[in-house]
């Protein structure tokens, strides 16, 4: 029984810092995002070269990555609390829910 209350916890707890690190992920993409539109009219204004806009445009590729693999941790840590209960069913419900046809 305690592995089980143990397995839940940590389940559990995996999912809340997969929810903070969710949370803050838009800021960085929104900034991200901001910065490569910045350095884009820089360059069209003449004011900046190739370089800074590539570079920008590749932080903003790791912004992208690092959102979607923050809100995929957030699934995954879902699925494993709904496994450490014993129940799939809330979680499979959640899906559908959320997905487009909800099938």
């Given at each position: 029984?305690d592995?089980?209350?143990?397995?839940?916890?940590?389940?559990?707890?995996?999912?809340?810092?997969?929810?903070?690190?969710?949370?803050?992920?838009?800021?960085?993409?929104?900034?991200?995002r901001?910065?490569?539109?910045?350095?884009?009219?820089?360059?069209?204004?003449?004011?900046?070269?190739?370089?800074?806009?590539?570079?920008?445009?590749?932080?903003?590729?790791?912004?992208?990555?690092?959102?979607?693999?923050?809100?995929?941790?957030?699934?995954?840590?879902?699925?494993?609390?709904?496994?450490?209960?014993?129940?799939?069913?809330?979680?499979?419900?959640?899906?559908?829910?959320?997905?487009?046809?909800?099938?």
């Open positions: 029984m592995n089980l209350t143990g397995g839940l916890r940590q389940a559990e707890a995996a999912l809340d810092g997969a929810r903070l690190v969710a949370a803050k992920t838009p800021i960085e993409l929104e900034a991200a901001d910065a490569e539109t910045q350095a884009r009219a820089r360059y069209e204004a003449g004011l900046a070269n190739i370089v800074e806009v590539a570079d920008a445009q590749g932080l903003l590729a790791q912004a992208e990555t690092d959102d979607a693999l923050a809100h995929l941790a957030v699934w995954n840590d879902l699925a494993s609390v709904a496994a450490a209960q014993g129940d799939l069913r809330p979680f499979i419900q959640l899906i559908q829910q959320t997905t487009p046809g909800g099938k």
